[in-house]
């Protein structure tokens, strides 16, 4: 396939990815709100784990499964980044299920540019002038928000930000594939989910239900709602690199705070509009200078 096309496919299975998170994900998640954030993480986690498992079986992708079992250094970091993206996948859908979507999508209007920072810090990438703005713009926002009013600190936005900065920091120091990475992760969590819904089942609190398969579905379909969407971001990512798909992921937290404020009506008070209103310069700065430099 030509480069040129190459770059397209890329550009719009990334714009799809992020689509898919920005709007069919919160639409999902918060239609199945009603089952709680408990159950909604367990299930989360239980059909991507799942999902997970067959694709790697239907591609063929034992050997190289088998492959990270066997290395000692990659089951240390998928542990640890395991734990991270399930904190992640936990205070999201806790965000989604109690009407807090608008501080979810401020996390991931922060996220890349934490990710500068952390690739500065721990790999001493390079930081230009509007980097460093963008970080200092970011930092004060938070600050601002953390003095003017405490009550008002977004703090579901900020565990969302650091979690997956966090975890991509992680995932980068070692060579695997994300799907097959992120199966490791889910075996990791897999046990403390699988105790977490038999006392769910035990005590009569589950919704999921074998007499009502419609609903059965509807909660399984969690797997793919999470595995697709990822699939389709980073395959755009290999396609047309980290440059194009920086600026085009920002469609998922404008759809997200889009979604929270006009059909959800979620409150945005004057402090946190005046904070965002801070992280949305930065976020253009740092999008100029990203494409004055691809």
């Given at each position: 396939m030509p480069k040129n096309n190459n770059f397209n496919k890329g550009i719009f299975l990334t714009a799809a990815?992020?689509?898919?998170?920005?709007?069919?994900?919160?639409?999902?998640?918060?239609?199945?709100?009603f089952a709680g954030h408990i159950e909604v993480v367990i299930h989360r986690s239980l059909w991507t784990t799942t999902m997970l498992i067959l694709t790697t079986i239907f591609f063929s992708k034992k050997d190289?499964?088998?492959k990270v079992?066997?290395?000692?250094?990659?089951l240390l970091v998928l542990f640890f980044s395991g734990i991270l993206i399930f904190t992640n996948w936990a205070v999201w859908i806790y965000a989604v299920t109690t009407d807090r979507v608008?501080?979810?999508?401020f996390g991931y209007f922060i996220m890349p540019i934490i990710s500068i920072f952390l690739g500065f810090f721990f790999f001493k990438e390079k930081l230009s002038i509007k980097g460093k703005i963008s970080?200092?713009?970011?930092?004060?926002?938070?600050?601002?928000?953390?003095?003017?009013?405490?009550?008002?600190?977004?703090?579901?936005?900020?565990?969302?930000?650091l979690s997956w900065s966090f975890y991509n920091l992680l995932r980068k120091k070692i060579s695997v594939e994300t799907d097959i990475g992120?199966?490791?992760?889910?075996l990791f969590i897999l046990p403390a989910i699988l105790i977490a819904f038999y006392f769910l089942v035990q005590n009569n609190l589950n919704h999921f239900d074998i007499s009502n398969p419609r609903l059965m579905f509807i909660f399984m379909l969690a797997g793919p709602?999470?595995?697709?969407?990822?699939?389709?971001?980073?395959?755009?990512?290999?396609l047309c690199g980290l440059g194009p798909t920086g600026m085009i992921f920002y469609i998922t937290p404008t759809l997200q705070f889009l979604l929270g404020y006009f059909l959800y009506n979620e409150p945005l008070n004057m402090l946190k509009l005046i904070s965002f209103i801070f992280i949305w310069i930065a976020v253009f700065i740092y999008l100029k200078d990203l494409y004055e430099n691809n």
């Open positions: 990815g992020s689509f898919w998170w920005g709007l069919i994900g919160v639409i999902y998640f918060k239609y199945i709100a190289k499964l088998f079992l066997k290395n000692k250094k990659n608008i501080d979810a999508s970080i200092s713009i970011v930092i004060s926002a938070i600050l601002f928000l953390v003095i003017s009013d405490y009550q008002s600190l977004p703090w579901v936005g900020l565990i969302v930000a992120l199966l490791v992760e889910s709602m999470t595995v697709i969407p990822l699939y389709l971001y980073v395959r755009g990512v290999e």
